[in-house]
């Protein structure tokens, strides 16, 4: 390349081969871009039938059901329909039909988390030690994740009714101050419900967490064993930090599933009692909708489900994008 105009030197050679090297730079990445989009877009192509079709069918009951939320219904013909002037969203708020159902959705939440993954992180780091008969733990354990959430639910109710196999053997065992109706109980209620989640989960939970081990350094065990460390402490300093990533994006997901999926579990096991103990959000959308048949107001708070759940869906793209070293915000 000329590097002179009248016999004088334009650049530097040092800054010419600056500009030079960014020139390049700036191809290679413009081609690197153009190849990622390509990719991409035969990926897409590859799930635009699947996605469609879902866009279609959970798509359009999603607008319907905002729809429904800003209307009175009057019948199918949508010019007979009127704007409601948010009336359910102000009776919602004003009449507090919203915070007992969320706030006792919320309370399943705390209790189960922290139990779940405290649980998990014991199960785990023993199991990844390879305690004696880890091999028949780590199955075991995994059994409760593959049962049906159903049917966990209608063998606990069973178990721990006022006169199931737990009581009655209290009983015969004369410890009757032990006896609890757990499911019939209001205070013990949520518990029995919170129980049944945990039961449930921690299988599923243990291979997750089991699964991010997989990346820890067997090194920093054997340096702490040789500092001195007992379990416990390895367990605390040791593999509670190896955790720590999936841990936050645990804690995420389990408050989108128990705010989404207690509907299930409340309507083999309680019914929404005793009285309206166990009636969780999801639970009180189906009793507004179907047993009152006040379906704005179900819309409305499924709209405010919907809203919710939203809101940690991105912050869980935010957690796992940060664990990933990625950008996608």
């Known amino acids: 390349m000329n590097n002179s105009f009248g016999g ?27 190849r990622q989009l390509k990719d991409n877009l035969s990926g897409y192509a590859f ?11 959970f798509g359009y009951q999603a607008i319907r059901l905002f729809l429904f939320s800003f209307i009175k219904w009057k019948g199918v013909i949508p ?40 649980l998990t992180i014991f199960l785990s780091h023993n199991i990844y030690r390879k305690i004696w008969g880890y091999k028949f733990y780590r199955w075991v354990i995994f059994l409760t994740s593959i049962i049906p959430m159903i049917v966990a639910s209608i063998v606990w109710t069973f178990l721990l009714n ?31 419900l919170s129980w049944v989640i945990i039961w449930r989960e921690l299988g599923f939970s243990t291979v997750i967490f089991l699964a991010s081990l997989d990346s820890a350094d067997p090194t920093v065990y054997e340096a702490a064993i040789i ?11 040791v593999t509670t930090p190896y955790l720590s990533g999936i841990i ?12 989404n999926n207690l509907f299930g579990v409340v309507l083999v096991s309680t019914n929404g009692g005793p009285g309206y103990a166990t009636t969780v959000l999801e639970y009180y959308i189906y009793y ?19 809203i919710i759940t939203f809101i940690l869906i991105l912050i869980y793209i935010r957690t796992s994008a940060e664990r990933r070293k990625e950008g996608l915000f």
């Open 47 to 57: 799930i635009s039938p699947t996605l469609l079709l879902l866009i279609f069918i």
């Open 8 to 34: 004088k030197r334009l650049f530097p050679p040092k800054e010419l081969c600056k500009i030079i090297y960014s020139l390049k730079m700036s191809n290679s990445k413009i081609l690197g871009l153009k």
């Open 79 to 118: 010019l007979l329909n009127e704007f409601n002037n948010f009336s359910y969203y102000i009776s919602i708020f004003k009449k507090g039909y919203l915070y007992a159902p969320l706030i006792r959705s919320l309370a399943v939440a705390v209790i189960v988390i922290p139990i779940v993954i405290l």
């Open 227 to 237: 500092d001195g460390a007992n379990d416990f402490q390895l367990m605390r300093y």
């Open 248 to 259: 936050k994006m645990y804690i995420v997901t389990m408050t989108i599933y128990v705010l």
């Open 162 to 192: 006022n006169y199931g196999p737990i009581n009655t053997i209290l009983r015969a065992l004369g410890l009757n101050f032990l006896v609890v109706d757990w499911f019939g109980n209001s205070r013990f209620a949520l518990l029995a």
């Open 288 to 306: 507004m909708t179907f047993r009152m048949g006040k379906i704005g107001i179900g819309a409305a708070v499924s709209v405010i489900l919907f």
